[in-house]
């Protein structure tokens, strides 16, 4: 039996975790790396920086490996609206945050941080 309900009184609240790239912003693939605690349902993923860009900054996201999606930060924005998903993960699944474009070398971002929204999956 399990102490956690569906619906109703005694839901686990969302948790959110948010990754931290540090610093003018540097193309790295795998930057960042967060592993599922537990089987878990994804529901969304929020990028942003302290510091805007004179480009666009472009952020990869991976499960396990394979491209989920691309978001972009616009040229002189902090950022974009949060990726709404519904993506499962299993305990010990991953997601890599990858910077693929950095805004430019002249005024990269800076400090981008990626929160992604997530629940026990039922």
Not at 15 to 28: D, E, H, M, R
Not at 50 to 73: E, Y
Request: charged share 10%; hydrophobic share 40%.
């Amino acid at each position: 039996m399990s102490n956690v309900a569906s619906t109703g009184y005694g839901r686990m609240p969302p948790a959110i975790i948010t990754l931290y790239q540090a610093g003018p912003l540097k193309i790295i693939n795998g930057t960042m790396r967060w592993y599922a605690p537990y089987n878990c349902l994804v529901t969304s993923i929020y990028p942003r920086v302290v510091s805007s860009a004179d480009a666009a900054v472009h952020i990869r996201i991976k499960k396990n490996g394979d491209a989920l999606t691309t978001l972009i930060i616009g040229a002189n924005q902090l950022d974009t609206s949060p990726y709404i998903v519904g993506v499962n993960m299993l305990a010990g699944d991953y997601f890599t945050v990858d910077l693929i474009q950095n805004g430019s070398s002249a005024k990269p971002g800076a400090e981008l941080y990626v929160q992604f929204k997530y629940q026990f999956a039922t």
